[in-house]
């Protein structure tokens, strides 16, 4: 098990179920908190609409020792650090936005065709995001949670 740091957000869910590799987690909002199923709260509210959401998790525990260590119906600690959050954040939503107004704008200062500037702006959001799939297409392990407890 890894022990989270001080800058790591924590999650707590339920075991459903085992794969391969790990535990299959159930990290649904409750409906008990009603803070949280009505939107407001904690920031995950917003899952709410879900019915499910399920997480499978990875162990350093052997797949036959899953079942003795963590029951179905057990109680589960998540964890994923601030940092990759905000970098998976950066390369999702800034990175390619951030390109496409510079291109946008180096060349309407050159007084190109007037579609053109439009044209490249969301000519480069679309290249940015496929070229992100595709640079973090199996690399996507670090921004995975990690299971604490």
Do not use: P, W
């Given at each position: 098990m890894i022990k989270p740091s001080c800058?790591?957000?924590?999650?707590?869910g339920s075991v459903v179920g085992y794969t391969q590799h790990g535990l299959?987690?159930?990290?649904?909002v409750k409906e008990a908190c009603q803070q949280c199923a009505q939107g407001r709260g904690c920031g995950m509210g917003i899952l709410a609409r879900q019915q499910?959401?399920?997480?499978e998790v990875t162990s350093s525990h052997p797949a036959p020792l899953l079942g003795e260590r963590y029951p179905l119906g057990s109680q589960v600690t998540l964890?994923?650090?601030?940092?990759d959050?905000?970098?998976l954040a950066l390369l999702i939503y800034a990175l390619p936005l951030v390109m496409a107004l510079l291109l946008a704008g180096c060349l309407a200062a050159i007084n190109v065709v007037e579609w053109a500037v439009p044209a490249s702006f969301f000519?480069?959001?679309l290249i940015g995001v496929?070229?992100?799939?595709?640079l973090l297409s199996g690399r996507?392990?670090?921004?995975?949670p990690r299971l604490v407890s």
């Open positions: 800058d790591a957000l924590k999650r707590y299959l987690v159930d990290v649904s499910r959401q399920r997480i964890s994923l650090e601030r940092s959050i905000t970098l000519a480069t959001l496929l070229g992100l799939k595709y996507t392990e670090r921004f995975r």
